[in-house]
Structure formats: structure tokens, C-alpha cells
Nanobody, 127 residues
């Protein structure tokens, strides 16, 4: 059974940093693309950053480029999202997801294609 457990969310002031973690289990980690998504109140879920398992290629949404960084530790089955220079508009529930396609960075903007989801972790950025 695929399990994804996010942690690291919280309340931070604008300009601050957080690092989200996602612990993955129940599948061959190296074979799946990994992504972080977020959902703000009243809005749909959108892709933030993804990594393709085939070549390590990454995708970042324009709104987070230069501020967020996705990384993974395949030995520990962990995925991270380092978030710097946080803004109030980054406030959302952040979700970790995996995609059996090895080219997940190409579909980070298509939420419906992703296969499994964690329960999410709340990030709140105060102004």
C-alpha cells in the first residue's frame, strides 16, 4: 500500500522559511516521479514542484521559481520542499504526490494524472 506522510508545515512570517518533508513507503521509490502540490482556501489544487524519476528533471511553478527547491533522498524514501522568502500568497495546504510515469515533471500542472496523495500539511504565512 502506497503511503505518503507530509510534515513540516506551520505558521511563519513573510520572508521566512520552512522545509516540508514527505515520507514515502509501499512502492519502489526510484520508479516514481514525485511532486509537491498546494491548495489554497477556495481554490483548486495546483502543482508547485515535481521531479521526474527518469532523469531527475525538475519543474517549478512560476510563482515559486527562485524561492522553492525540491529534493529527494532515495536511500531514505524522503522528498523535501525547501521554501524560502515565503509570501502570504503561499498560504495553502501542501500535498506530496507520486506518479508512476517516469516523466512527472512534464505533468506537474495536471493534477488529475497523479496517482497517490498524502494527507497534506498546512502552511500559513502571515504578513
Amino acid at each position: 500500500e502506497v503511503q505518503l506522510v507530509e510534515s513540516g508545515g506551520g505558521l511563519v512570517q513573510a520572508g521566512g522559511s520552512l522545509r516540508l518533508s514527505c515520507a514515502a513507503s509501499g512502492f519502489t521509490f526510484d520508479d516514481y516521479s514525485i511532486g509537491w502540490f498546494r491548495q489554497a482556501p477556495g481554490e483548486g489544487r495546483v502543482g508547485v514542484s515535481c521531479i521526474s524519476s527518469a532523469n531527475g528533471r525538475t519543474y517549478y511553478a512560476d510563482s515559486v521559481k527562485g524561492r522553492f527547491a525540491i529534493s529527494s533522498d532515495n536511500a531514505k524514501n524522503m522528498v523535501y520542499l525547501q521554501m524560502n522568502s515565503l509570501k502570504p500568497e503561499d498560504t495553502a495546504v501542501y500535498y506530496c504526490s507520486v506518479d508512476s510515469s517516469p516523466w512527472g515533471s512534464n505533468s506537474c500542472d495536471r493534477v488529475a494524472l497523479w496517482d497517490y496523495w498524502g494527507q497534506g500539511t498546512q502552511v500559513t504565512v502571515s504578513s
